[in-house]
């Protein structure tokens, strides 16, 4: 008996340590696949610039390495005042909407769960849409669009969390459903807000926007952004991954093992309004990503959420780089909006994970 446990204690080990070296080299392929699809995608466009290049040019303008110019000014100019924001701020879009996906999946526990079906996008579209056009959260300054965003995102949130609660207790199928009562209503809201506007430039604008765009990247809107989604969701995400763990089992579980459900999920419904304002105040309102992203990491790395959140940061990040490369060279010189393309690459896959649900009952 003895011997049975120590044997079986020694494979449970060594099934943890086989686990852990399998992600750890995931992480570091990720990683240098998210680093290669930077370069190549700041050397991607109209005017294209070559890879080695473009690493000269950052390297250069980063630490002053090599010493010896060989480029233009112009490609200098693109690569860094241009197209390297612009990536910079698909990485960080694409990683903050994955972990923002991958914290409401645990949070209601059903996995069709994302910022965008839950309508946190539509408040924050709402949000956004009316300091464009009627100067809402002026008094912010230069982040009255992130201020009025985020305080849309949260807004939807509370509404959504009120009325799935108003049934009785809080299930993954209420929230769901009045997560999408909200974003129609809060969709025909900001199609409201751009009828009585009555400006044609500004519909235009917010009517782009609201598909997604990288187009206005600029280095000082990368600071907020970088702040919100690496120095605040993704290490509070990845600190508390084991409490993420426990609320995705259930709310009995969650309570026998001293973790609040109510409170914890009020918290990262703070957390995720707050970022998605942010994410969708800098680049529009961009679908899929939150949903998709999440399951893609959880195939590679397992259910365990201290794993799963750096991991889809990553996926997230290469995949919205992709789809912003797509959007500039498919009609180029004409641009799509990036919303379109994650569409169009996400619908297939949430088919595909419905008939996978219906074939296993869920």
Same mark, same amino acid.
């Given at each position: 008996?003895?011997?049975?446990?120590?044997?079986?204690?020694?494979?449970?080990?060594?099934?943890?340590?086989?686990?852990?070296?399998?992600?750890?080299?995931?992480?570091?392929?990720?990683?240098?696949?998210?680093?290669?699809?930077?370069?190549?995608?700041?050397?991607?466009?109209?005017?294209?610039?070559?890879?080695?290049?473009?690493?000269?040019?950052?390297?250069?303008?980063?630490?002053?390495?090599?010493?010896?110019?060989?480029?233009?000014?112009?490609? +200098? @100019?693109? $690569?860094?005042? =241009?197209?390297?924001?612009?990536? *910079? %701020? #698909?990485?960080?879009? /694409? &990683?903050?909407?994955?972990?923002?996906?991958?914290?409401? +999946? @645990?949070? $209601?526990?059903? =996995?069709?769960?994302?910022?965008? *079906? %839950? #309508?946190?996008?539509? /408040? &924050?579209?709402?949000?956004?849409?009316?300091?464009?056009?009627?100067?809402?959260?002026?008094?912010?300054?230069?982040?009255?669009?992130?201020?009025?965003?985020?305080? /849309? &995102?949260?807004?939807?949130?509370?509404?959504?969390?009120?009325?799935?609660?108003?049934?009785?207790?809080?299930?993954?199928?209420?929230?769901?459903?009045?997560?999408?009562?909200?974003?129609?209503?809060?969709?025909?809201?900001?199609?409201?807000?751009?009828?009585?506007?009555?400006?044609?430039?500004?519909?235009?604008?917010?009517?782009?926007?609201?598909?997604?765009?990288?187009?206005?990247?600029?280095?000082?809107?990368?600071?907020?952004?970088?702040?919100?989604?690496?120095?605040?969701?993704?290490?509070?995400?990845?600190?508390?991954?084991?409490?993420?763990?426990?609320?995705?089992?259930?709310?009995?579980?969650?309570?026998?093992?001293?973790?609040?459900?109510?409170?914890?999920?009020?918290?990262?419904?703070?957390?995720?309004?707050?970022?998605?304002?942010?994410?969708?105040?800098?680049?529009?309102?961009?679908?899929?990503?939150?949903?998709?992203?999440?399951?893609?990491?959880?195939?590679?790395?397992?259910?365990?959420?201290?794993?799963?959140?750096?991991?889809?940061?990553?996926?997230?990040?290469?995949?919205?780089?992709?789809?912003?490369?797509?959007?500039?060279?498919?009609?180029?010189?004409?641009?799509?909006?990036?919303?379109?393309?994650?569409?169009?690459?996400?619908?297939?896959?949430?088919?595909?994970?419905?008939?996978?649900?219906?074939?296993?009952?869920?």
């Amino acid at each position: 008996m003895v011997g049975t446990a120590l044997m079986s204690g020694r494979t449970e080990l060594l099934g943890v340590a086989a686990q852990r070296r399998r992600t750890a080299l995931w992480l570091l392929a990720l990683t240098a696949a998210l680093t290669v699809t930077g370069v190549v995608a700041v050397g991607t466009g109209a005017i294209g610039i070559a890879p080695l290049t473009v690493a000269r040019i950052i390297g250069h303008q980063l630490v002053g390495w090599p010493g010896e110019v060989t480029w233009t000014l112009p490609e +200098q @100019a693109i $690569v860094w005042q =241009v197209r390297l924001p612009r990536v *910079l %701020l #698909g990485m960080l879009v /694409g &990683a903050g909407l994955a972990v923002c996906g991958v914290a409401l +999946q @645990a949070m $209601v526990r059903n =996995v069709l769960a994302d910022p965008y *079906l %839950l #309508g946190i996008n539509s /408040g &924050a579209s709402s949000g956004a849409a009316a300091a464009i056009l009627f100067g809402a959260g002026a008094g912010f300054g230069q982040y009255a669009l992130s201020t009025s965003a985020f305080l /849309g &995102a949260l807004a939807a949130s509370l509404l959504v969390f009120v009325i799935a609660r108003s049934g009785g207790r809080v299930t993954s199928i209420r929230l769901l459903l009045a997560g999408v009562a909200v974003g129609y209503a809060l969709y025909a809201t900001t199609s409201f807000l751009i009828f009585a506007s009555g400006s044609a430039e500004g519909s235009r604008s917010v009517m782009f926007w609201l598909l997604g765009s990288l187009g206005l990247a600029r280095w000082n809107a990368l600071l907020l952004v970088a702040a919100i989604v690496v120095g605040v969701t993704m290490a509070y995400l990845t600190v508390l991954g084991r409490r993420l763990d426990v609320l995705a089992i259930g709310d009995e579980t969650a309570q026998t093992l001293g973790v609040s459900p109510d409170r914890f999920r009020m918290r990262l419904l703070v957390l995720v309004s707050l970022s998605v304002g942010v994410l969708v105040s800098a680049a529009g309102s961009i679908g899929f990503v939150g949903l998709v992203v999440p399951h893609l990491a959880r195939r590679i790395v397992g259910a365990p959420h201290v794993r799963v959140v750096p991991v889809a940061a990553l996926l997230g990040a290469i995949l919205l780089v992709w789809a912003d490369v797509l959007a500039r060279v498919l009609l180029a010189p004409q641009e799509i909006p990036i919303g379109i393309i994650t569409s169009l690459l996400g619908a297939p896959f949430l088919v595909v994970l419905i008939r996978r649900l219906h074939a296993t009952g869920a």
